[in-house]
Nanobody, 126 residues
Framework: QVQLVESGGGPVEAGGSLRLSCAVSTYIYTNKCIAWFRQVPGKEREGIAFISTSLERTDYADSVKGRFTISQDYAKKTVYLEMSSLKSEDTAMYYC???????????????????WGQGTQVTVSS
């Protein structure tokens, strides 16, 4: 069983930065794939950043590459999403997701995550 709790969302001006956190409660944190998704009402959920907890390999969607950084604090079992150069189109509900996918499957093509957080809203004003 895995429980995920996101935090750090809120309003921010365009061009600004924000850091989201995802606290992961699980007995076995190793060999997990943790990802950030986002969703705007009426649109499909988009996977934007992925990290494998064991090798810390990361992958990003083109829409955020170069602006967002996913990282982890292994000891704290927490995954972060550093967002910079924010744009109005980054406005969305951001979700953390987790599953036991191997590192070579932990990428933007990966879907079907079993565990999800409740989400945190990010609103970018221009």
């Amino acid at each position: 069983q895995v429980q995920l709790v996101e935090s750090g969302g809120g309003p921010v001006e365009a061009g600004g930065s924000l850091r989201l956190s995802c606290a992961v409660s699980t007995y076995i944190y190793t060999n997990k794939c943790i990802a950030w998704f986002r969703q705007v009402p009426g649109k499909e959920r988009e996977g934007i950043a992925f990290i494998s907890t064991s090798l810390e390999r990361t992958d990003y969607a083109d829409s955020v590459k170069g602006r967002f950084t996913i990282s982890q604090d292994y000891a704290k079992k927490t995954v972060y999403l550093e967002m910079s150069s924010l744009k109005s189109e980054d406005t969305a509900m951001y979700y953390c997701a987790a599953d036991s996918f191997p590192y070579y499957e932990c990428n933007v093509q990966r879907g079907g995550f079993a565990y999800w957080g409740q989400g945190t809203q990010v609103t970018v004003s221009s």
